[in-house]
């Protein structure tokens, strides 16, 4: 498993293309018949992804946690962006299709991932983070999660957000989940953009087209840089990080927070006039 450590604002501001991509780019985590985890010391959030292809994938511990099973001291968010799947959970079993979201709590010692059709596998995309609470399993819908839609065809940033993991949805000990779909057409995500000092965020893009890319926008908002992703990767924002991207055509994408609350309100607006 990758272990990426944390980058101070003034190493960020002084990173080449190369050096930012090997810091915040998460780009090979999909990959059939497997399970693949990104550890980062943001909030010791870990960034994965798992297709069950031709066989059904057990969650198993790693050497970095020092934990007899990976929910031992972990809270995890599962959501689907491929064909219809299951997640058994210590013996409950839920039914997960595409955008849909299972969260399972600490303490939890067994997690099986499948899907119902090899020619269509389930691509769960993971988030976990510590947690020092239990919290039941829970299934959420798309359409249990009261999306909203926000911004305008005007300018560019129409799009309907879906929260599952907040607040308000499936309680989590310090875990916030959830996705975004841009309207054809639309291709600004989270513009105005924000910051929250009190929880790391993770994206990960998806039903990107083929030669199609996100420009994402991160750094101060007085000190901007640019990840240029493609279908399926991941980026890491840090708690004073904007993260808000401009794609070459609609998209979707998942994100993800831990940290200090589960207020998906609580954000630091940045005006567009003062991004540098
Ligand atoms: O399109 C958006 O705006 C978002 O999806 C914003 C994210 O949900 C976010 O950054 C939450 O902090
Ligand atoms: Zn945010």
């Not at 809270?75 to 064909?83: Q, V």
């Not at 988030?127 to 239990?134: E, F, N, R, V």
Request: aromatic share 10%; charged share 20%; with cysteine.
């Amino acid at each position: 498993m990758q272990i990426r450590f944390e980058s101070s604002r003034k190493e960020v501001s002084q990173m080449n293309t190369e050096a930012l991509r090997e810091n915040f780019l998460v780009p090979d985590i999909f990959e059939n018949d497997k399970i693949n985890f990104v550890y980062t010391h943001y909030d010791r959030v870990m960034i994965g992804g798992a297709i069950p292809a031709t066989k059904s994938l057990q969650l198993e511990t790693y050497d970095a946690l020092k934990a007899n099973y990976f929910l031992e001291r972990r809270e995890i968010g599962i959501i689907n962006i491929g064909g219809d799947g299951k997640i058994t959970a210590d013996g409950n079993t839920f039914e997960i299709s595409k955008l849909g979201c299972v969260y399972v709590g600490k303490g939890t010692q067994e997690v099986t991932l499948s899907s119902n059709d090899p020619a269509n596998p389930a691509v769960f995309y993971l988030l976990s983070s510590p947690a020092h609470q239990s919290y039941p399993a829970r299934l959420f819908t798309k359409e249990d999660a009261t999306p909203v839609t926000i911004g305008s065809m005007e300018t560019s940033n129409h799009r309907t957000i879906y929260k599952y993991i907040h607040l308000d949805g499936i309680q989590s000990s310090q875990l916030v989940m959830g996705l975004t779909v841009l309207q054809t057409g639309s291709v600004w995500n989270t513009m105005p953009s924000h910051v929250h000092d009190r929880r790391m965020e993770a994206y990960c893009y998806f039903d990107v087209p083929q030669n199609q890319r996100i420009l994402h926008l991160m750094g101060e908002p007085s000190e901007t840089r640019h990840l240029w992703v493609a279908d399926r990767q991941a980026i890491i924002s840090p708690p004073w990080s904007v993260h808000s991207g401009c794609g070459t055509s609609n998209y979707s994408f998942i994100w993800g927070m831990a940290g200090e609350n589960k207020d998906y309100t609580d954000m630091d607006a940045v005006a567009i006039a003062d991004l540098k």
